[in-house]
């Protein structure tokens, strides 16, 4: 009986956390399967990263967020959402996998890595944060070439070779030239993304002016060795010496999961999943969509803020049918 669930949600970032207190609120049973750690994708931010949003904008369930200043940090974020997960007893299985999801009888059989459950409906709140967009040049799979940024430590005296311009690029180029690295970006655009946090932008266009961190506008990689980079620029092919690629080149969801049990998505490159926007039911009835999944390959467009009300929206359709 343990197993059987009114709401099975998938994945425990901030808005499973949400639809999982909105749940329990209704009286429901549910659970939530992580397969990481607790909103394993702030787990994974920066460890020096400070949020674009307020605290307020990142509450959930009604639980004031109190930080220091008035942008909290990543780690007053990993603190808050632990206590909320608490303070609620939230019935959470963390590294835990969905594998499949099967549905007969109007019911779900949800198969994970180390167990199985039955519910009459499924919430996804996935975000996007598991796939990073590669490069797909030779060399991406050496040992000296990440996805993900953590920690400049590591990089102090390297040559490191950060990919991107937008806040993922800018916060590991930024950090790691203060630990004392030779720090270059490799940048496909003419400019420094116009999305990166306002109080950091000039930051970095004042580094790359005064040289301290060289910059190649309009440029991209071509070939990863483990001791230099080729970089196709304006000017031509021309070979780095490196120690390390940080290649923060963003991150997609896993729209073949979606797909892979049912759920239809638009045909054009957003590839936007079909669901209803009042009850974000799916065209699988019973499956529903939280969170910026609901965006397909549009990652930019949802973010906790303008996506917590989704938890709402979903319980009420639920407690209702």
Not at 52 to 69: C, R
Not at 211 to 233: H, M, P
Not at 294 to 316: P, Q, V, Y
Request: charged fraction near 20%.
């Amino acid at each position: 009986m343990e197993n059987m669930l009114d709401v099975l949600i998938i994945g425990g970032g901030p808005i499973g956390l949400s639809c999982a207190l909105a749940a329990q609120q209704k009286g429901l049973r549910y659970t939530i399967i992580e397969k990481g750690s607790l909103v394993d994708s702030l787990y994974h931010y920066p460890v020096n990263m400070t949020f674009f949003s307020t605290s307020e904008k990142l509450e959930i369930g009604g639980v004031p967020f109190v930080s220091n200043n008035n942008k909290p940090t990543r780690n007053e974020a990993l603190e808050y959402y632990r206590r909320v997960t608490v303070s609620a007893a939230l019935s959470i299985k963390l590294y835990e996998e969905v594998i499949d999801i099967k549905k007969q009888d109007g019911k779900f059989e949800i198969i994970t890595s180390k167990d199985h459950y039955i519910a009459n409906n499924i919430i996804i709140a996935t975000g996007f944060y598991g796939l990073p967009f590669m490069l797909n040049v030779p060399g991406e799979n050496l040992p000296n070439v990440t996805h993900y940024y953590n920690d400049p430590h590591g990089y102090a005296f390297q040559k490191v070779l950060v990919v991107g311009a937008n806040n993922s690029a800018v916060d590991a180029a930024l950090e790691t030239y203060r630990k004392g690295a030779l720090v270059t970006m490799v940048i496909r655009d003419e400019q420094v993304g116009e999305r990166v946090k306002y109080w950091v932008r000039p930051d970095i266009i004042n580094r790359i002016e005064e040289g301290g961190i060289k910059a190649y506008f309009n440029s991209s990689i071509t070939a990863i060795r483990e001791k230099e980079v080729d970089i196709l620029t304006p000017n031509g092919l021309i070979t780095i010496e490196n120690d390390w690629v940080i290649a923060m080149t963003g991150y997609q969801p896993d729209l073949t999961f979606l797909e892979k049990i049912g759920i239809e998505l638009s045909s054009d490159e957003i590839k936007k999943p079909v669901y209803n926007e009042s009850t974000h039911e799916t065209n699988v009835k019973g499956i529903f969509l939280a969170g910026v999944i609901c965006g397909g390959m549009n990652t930019h467009s949802l973010f906790i803020e303008n996506s917590r009300d989704h938890a709402n929206k979903i319980m009420e359709h639920i407690i209702n049918e």
